[in-house]
């Protein structure tokens, strides 16, 4: 078979069109991304309160730039073979599995070794001794990732996210208890500002891992993988891998650029102030990501060769984006005083902080949602473009922002290029015959007035009560929850039904 026509097969689908199966399974798995995402990110946020007492800022700042390296290793070296894998026409055949099983192995032994080789020079360029100690040992989760049957991607292509949200759930909750536990025993035994206490985070993100891998081999229903190289599936794979690492690539710098540069310009404390906020803006983002990587993209994957994709992607994205467009609005609204309700002094920051990176996780998500159409059918150049233009408005607006405006002046910077990014993105569907930017731009207006509204009935209120943060966040927060449940409710009833996942039903069905 010539790489031409292996290249073709990738992007074959392997189901029938959309239909009462299709819609069956999708909306199974979406309960299961919701209800698992949900769960994991309770955890985390629950966590991350007990955490912030427990340790000190400069801590999650360190943690932030260890992982950040850890991320960037992983993707610098993706050659997608998961993508490949819930695309391609041989994603059920076992010796294609053991191949991409094999390179995926090879990947996280490599990724070890060259966190290994940079751990010093970073560590140096940084100013962090500890780094030299930290990479080698935070590389293991990559490593044993690499491990990872491939029984789990063989579920996302069927839309089976039970056992995946399982394996995420087990993996999450015991690395989050051994976190806390650790940093228990760490408070005990060393100051409370010493850096080593990033040992615990560490070591719970290890202890997960290993958890994840045992998972994936035992309770995921699927081809027990070995060691196996056949060289047709080997071109296939890295065939359609080379715009995926092109494109991870970027999306790595483009995602994860602010915190290295912010973490050689400000202090370690403020990157851990940065991060807490950027931890929360990130959630309606995250949920989105996570649907679009298990629900909308093998679905895409499915009716994209039946000429169906533009009848589907409108209704499968304006739910998720009414979601999205709710909580940003929330956190513009109500970030200054939820942070100080939930955080010490420490972190007062965040407050403002999160109001920004509400409005460039937003413009994320509008730009997650598109992905997920343009990956269905293989334009990931268009993916990979966003992420270029992204990282070179980065490369000139967070310097112009520090200069301008300081520390504030950069985040808006990054906000900016996010919203660049989302503009390639919405050129590259439109190219698709898909229509989506009129319903974004309304969106994104009712998220800013939205916001508006909150913001000056939480002012309102701490003008009342004299600045107190309490009443200062119900107000906020009962004005926006008021206006987007109105929406929701509308949303819902022209659907017909009330069901809150019927949407999915509805899209696949028809």
Same mark, same amino acid.
């Given at each position: 078979?010539?790489?031409?026509?292996?290249?073709?097969?990738?992007?074959?689908?392997?189901?029938?069109?959309?239909?009462?199966?299709?819609?069956?399974?999708?909306?199974?798995?979406?309960?299961?991304?919701?209800?698992?995402?949900?769960?994991?990110?309770?955890?985390?946020?629950?966590?991350?309160?007990?955490?912030?007492?427990?340790?000190?800022?400069?801590?999650?700042?360190?943690?932030?730039?260890?992982?950040?390296?850890?991320?960037?290793?992983?993707?610098?070296?993706?050659?997608?073979?998961?993508?490949?894998?819930?695309?391609?026409a041989?994603?059920?055949?076992?010796?294609?599995?053991?191949?991409?099983?094999?390179?995926?192995?090879?990947?996280?032994?490599?990724?070890?070794?060259?966190?290994?080789?940079?751990?010093?020079p970073?560590?140096?360029?940084?100013?962090?001794?500890?780094?030299?100690?930290?990479?080698?040992?935070?590389?293991?989760?990559?490593?044993?990732?690499?491990?990872?049957?491939?029984?789990?991607?063989?579920?996302?292509?069927?839309?089976?996210?039970?056992?995946?949200?399982?394996?995420?759930?087990?993996?999450?909750?015991?690395?989050?208890v051994?976190?806390?536990?650790?940093?228990?025993?760490?408070?005990?035994?060393?100051?409370?500002d010493?850096?080593?206490?990033?040992?615990?985070?560490?070591?719970?993100?290890?202890?997960?891992?290993?958890?994840?891998?045992?998972l994936?081999?035992?309770?995921?229903?699927?081809a027990?993988n070995?060691?196996?190289?056949e060289?047709?599936?080997r071109?296939?794979?890295?065939?359609?891998?080379?715009w995926?690492?092109?494109?991870?690539?970027?999306?790595?710098?483009?995602?994860?650029a602010?915190?290295?540069?912010?973490?050689?310009?400000?202090?370690?404390?403020?990157?851990?102030?940065y991060?807490?906020?950027?931890?929360?803006?990130?959630?309606?983002?995250?949920?989105?990501?996570?649907?679009?990587?298990?629900?909308?993209?093998?679905?895409?994957?499915?009716?994209?060769a039946?000429?169906?994709?533009?009848?589907?992607?409108g209704?499968?994205?304006?739910?998720?984006?009414?979601g999205?467009?709710?909580?940003?609005?929330?956190?513009?609204?109500?970030?200054?005083?939820?942070?100080?309700?939930?955080?010490?002094?420490?972190?007062?920051?965040a407050?403002?902080?999160?109001?920004?990176?509400?409005?460039?996780?937003?413009?994320?998500?509008?730009?997650?949602?598109?992905?997920?159409?343009?990956?269905?059918?293989?334009?990931?150049?268009?993916?990979?473009?966003?992420?270029?233009?992204?990282?070179?408005g980065?490369?000139?607006?967070?310097?112009?922002?520090?200069?301008?405006?300081?520390?504030?002046?950069?985040?808006?910077?990054?906000?900016?290029?996010?919203?660049?990014?989302?503009?390639?993105?919405?050129? %590259?569907? &439109?190219?698709? @015959?898909?229509?989506?930017?009129? =319903?974004d731009? !309304?969106?994104?207006? *009712?998220? $800013? /007035?939205?916001?508006?509204? %909150?913001? &000056?009935?939480? @002012?309102?209120?701490?003008?009342? =009560?004299?600045? !107190?943060?309490l009443? *200062?966040? $119900? /107000?906020?927060?009962?004005?926006t929850? &008021?206006?987007?449940?109105?929406?929701?409710?509308?949303?819902?009833?022209?659907?017909?039904?009330?069901?809150?996942?019927?949407?999915?039903?509805?899209?696949?069905?028809?």
């Amino acid at each position: 078979m010539s790489e031409k026509n292996e290249s073709a097969s990738a992007g074959t689908s392997r189901e029938p069109g959309p239909g009462r199966g299709l819609s069956k399974h999708a909306v199974k798995a979406s309960v299961w991304v919701i209800g698992g995402f949900a769960a994991g990110q309770l955890l985390r946020f629950l966590a991350n309160l007990v955490l912030a007492r427990l340790l000190f800022p400069g801590v999650f700042g360190l943690a932030a730039l260890t992982f950040i390296f850890i991320q960037g290793l992983q993707m610098f070296t993706d050659v997608g073979t998961g993508p490949a894998i819930v695309q391609s026409a041989r994603g059920d055949d076992p010796v294609f599995l053991d191949t991409a099983w094999t390179i995926s192995c090879g990947r996280g032994v490599l990724i070890w070794l060259v966190a290994c080789i940079i751990a010093k020079p970073m560590a140096t360029f940084y100013g962090q001794p500890l780094i030299t100690q930290l990479l080698p040992v935070a590389a293991l989760t990559a490593a044993l990732g690499g491990f990872e049957a491939t029984a789990l991607h063989t579920a996302q292509r069927h839309l089976r996210a039970d056992r995946i949200t399982m394996v995420d759930l087990a993996g999450q909750s015991v690395g989050i208890v051994a976190n806390v536990v650790l940093a228990l025993v760490y408070r005990s035994l060393v100051a409370g500002d010493d850096p080593r206490a990033i040992w615990a985070i560490i070591a719970g993100s290890l202890l997960g891992s290993v958890v994840r891998l045992v998972l994936s081999f035992t309770i995921v229903p699927g081809a027990r993988n070995r060691l196996r190289m056949e060289p047709v599936a080997r071109r296939l794979l890295f065939g359609f891998g080379r715009w995926v690492f092109i494109s991870t690539l970027l999306t790595f710098l483009s995602g994860q650029a602010d915190r290295l540069i912010f973490g050689k310009l400000v202090p370690l404390e403020v990157l851990g102030v940065y991060g807490i906020a950027w931890n929360l803006a990130q959630l309606p983002t995250a949920v989105t990501y996570r649907l679009g990587s298990l629900v909308l993209f093998p679905s895409y994957s499915r009716v994209a060769a039946t000429g169906e994709l533009s009848n589907v992607y409108g209704r499968a994205r304006l739910p998720l984006l009414i979601g999205a467009a709710a909580v940003a609005s929330a956190f513009v609204a109500c970030g200054p005083p939820m942070i100080s309700i939930l955080y010490d002094r420490r972190y007062v920051e965040a407050g403002w902080i999160l109001q920004l990176l509400a409005l460039s996780g937003w413009f994320q998500t509008l730009e997650a949602t598109n992905s997920a159409a343009l990956l269905s059918n293989a334009r990931l150049s268009w993916m990979a473009s966003g992420s270029a233009v992204k990282l070179a408005g980065m490369a000139v607006l967070l310097p112009l922002g520090m200069y301008l405006g300081g520390f504030p002046g950069a985040v808006v910077g990054l906000v900016a290029s996010d919203l660049l990014k989302y503009l390639v993105s919405a050129l %590259g569907v &439109a190219g698709m @015959g898909l229509r989506g930017f009129g =319903v974004d731009l !309304a969106l994104t207006g *009712a998220l $800013a /007035a939205v916001g508006g509204i %909150g913001l &000056a009935a939480g @002012g309102a209120a701490a003008a009342v =009560v004299h600045g !107190a943060h309490l009443p *200062a966040f $119900a /107000a906020a927060a009962v004005a926006t929850c &008021a206006i987007w449940s109105g929406v929701g409710i509308w949303y819902l009833r022209k659907l017909g039904g009330g069901n809150s996942l019927g949407w999915i039903t509805s899209v696949f069905s028809r």
